[in-house]
């Protein structure tokens, strides 16, 4: 299975800053012939389902605002929110979805400073 | 409005039964694969088990592969888990996902879940 590791475990940002999220696969999500990174990112709130942010490493879902916003490449991707706000309080998955068993990264617990 | 609604979770005895059900409506449901994604309390998210939209390809984590079987019925616009020889670990929130438009497993819309709880 491909692992996904993403750093840091948790993180506390101020209102208004730049919060960045860190994820690295075991192998390269790059299909050559799609020309395509097979990477998602999701938001959890506390009591609800996960729910889709970012897909091909950097195609944002409709309706998310665009101060999310992800890049990377082959193994090393990130989630960068522009401007924290306080609904952005959440833990934050990146996924695989290279092979036919997808895999998650372990969660990253966004907090206000 | 896609709509995903998961039943059948509940307390179940070590080594027993449970089936899992996912109604969806809002879409045409044997267009789409579906998957499911369970998550143990306090922890991250695990994919379980996904089927292709007409039900014709499965696949399963290693974790679970050999106790559980994924099954659609497209009538009735309903997805299935039937889970067997239940263990402690499967303890879990079992959420039914919906695969995105590009027929890959990144999932566009997910139910609220049903807890499943194993123990004697």
């Known amino acids: 299975d491909i692992v996904m590791t993403q750093s840091p475990d948790s993180l506390a940002v101020s209102l208004g800053e730049r919060a960045t999220i860190n994820c690295k696969s075991s192998q390269s999500l790059f299909f050559r012939s799609t020309n395509k990174n097979y990477l998602a990112w999701y938001q959890q709130k506390p009591g609800q389902p996960p729910k889709l942010l970012i897909y091909?490493?950097?195609t944002r879902e409709s309706g998310v605002p665009d101060r999310f916003s992800g890049s990377g490449s082959g193994t090393d991707f990130t989630l960068t929110i522009s401007s924290l706000q306080a609904e952005d309080v959440a833990v934050y998955y990146c996924?695989?979805?290279?092979?036919?068993?997808?895999?998650f990264g372990q969660g990253t617990k966004l907090e206000i400073k | 409005e896609v709509q995903l609604l998961e039943s059948g979770g509940g307390l179940g005895q070590p080594g027993g039964s449970l089936r899992l059900s996912c109604a969806a409506s809002?879409?045409?449901?044997?267009?789409?694969?579906m998957s499911w994604v369970r998550q143990a309390p306090g922890k991250g998210l695990e994919w379980v088990s996904g089927?292709?939209?007409?039900?014709?390809?499965?696949h399963y984590a290693d974790s679970v592969k050999g106790r559980v079987t994924i099954s659609r019925d497209n009538s009735k616009n309903t997805l299935f888990l039937q889970m067997n020889s239940l263990r402690v670990e499967d303890t879990a929130v079992y959420y039914c996902?919906?695969?995105?438009?590009?027929?890959?497993?990144?999932?566009?819309?997910w139910g609220q879940g049903t807890l499943v709880t194993v123990s004697s």
């Open positions: 996902a919906k695969v995105g438009t590009s027929g890959t497993n990144r999932f566009d819309y």
């Open positions: 809002g879409f045409t449901f044997s267009n789409y694969g």
């Open positions: 091909w490493a950097s």
């Open positions: 089927i292709s939209g007409s039900g014709g390809t499965t």
């Open positions: 996924q695989q979805y290279y092979s036919d068993s997808c895999t």
